[in-house]
């Protein structure tokens, strides 16, 4: 079965300082990876996914993420973040191959961004 | 492109009441979702409709039921409401690599 976790349940960084958020993921085969911002009182929206090719991946609003297959993990990074990033993190995996494209979800991670 | 969109936005119930909680997609996806969201859990798959017609069991199906009247519509009723059933609840659909998610449902059930 596949599986993700979020090892931090909060995050806290200053203003202007680098961002990270750290996933691991357990996966049978190749793996497809998301990352998903939630603001307060909102849905989730889809920042960045890894399906193949170069392991940086780029997203929306600065954010980047890094597959690393032979550690496992997929963290996500933003080299100075802002009061505004400050939210609900999720990191998401499901197998290449799979029926009913089925995503599994970590726990979550809480950034605070403080000015 | 209203996108998903999910009805009520905010429902209270008492143990035993019944409700349907509404979703809709207008962006001609297949597969849609219904996730219910606890502190601390992420998210956890109800149910998934991979097809107008079809619906399958995901995570924590018990105390539910879903309906996929169309290819837009994608319904999920709580047959005898419990207070464990207390949670946000969202809707989802995808494109063959990214979800699109409504805004979400708060229910709490006393």
């Known amino acids: 079965a596949q599986s993700v976790a979020q090892p931090e349940d909060q995050v806290n960084v200053a203003e202007g300082n680098p961002l990270t958020v750290k996933c691991t993921y357990s996966v049978s085969g190749n793996p497809y990876l998301f990352w998903y911002v939630q603001y307060p009182n909102r849905g989730l929206q889809f920042l960045l996914k890894?399906?193949?090719?170069?392991?940086l991946v780029k997203g929306s609003y600065g954010f980047e993420a890094e597959f690393n297959k032979s550690q496992t993990s997929f963290h996500l990074k933003k080299p100075s973040a802002l009061v505004s990033d400050s939210a609900l993190y999720f990191c998401?995996?499901?197998?290449?191959?799979?029926?009913?494209?089925?995503?599994?979800f970590g726990g979550g991670t809480r950034v605070l961004v403080k000015p | 492109n209203a996108g998903v969109t999910q009805t009520p936005k905010f429902q209270v119930l008492k143990t035993g009441q019944s409700m349907t909680l509404q979703c809709a997609q207008d962006m001609n996806h297949n597969s849609m979702y219904w996730y219910r969201q606890d502190p601390g859990m992420g998210l956890r798959l109800i149910y998934y409709s991979a097809s107008e017609g079809t619906t399958d069991k995901g995570e924590v199906p018990n105390g539910y039921n879903v309906s996929r009247l169309n290819k837009r519509e994608f319904s999920l009723r709580l047959e005898s409401a419990a207070p464990s059933q207390t949670s946000v609840y969202f809707c989802?659909?995808?494109?063959?690599?990214?979800?699109?998610f409504g805004p979400g449902t708060r229910l709490t059930v006393t």
């Open positions: 998401a995996v499901r197998p290449s191959k799979a029926a009913g494209n089925k995503l599994t």
């Open positions: 989802a659909s995808k494109t063959p690599y990214e979800q699109y």
């Open positions: 890894y399906i193949t090719g170069d392991n």
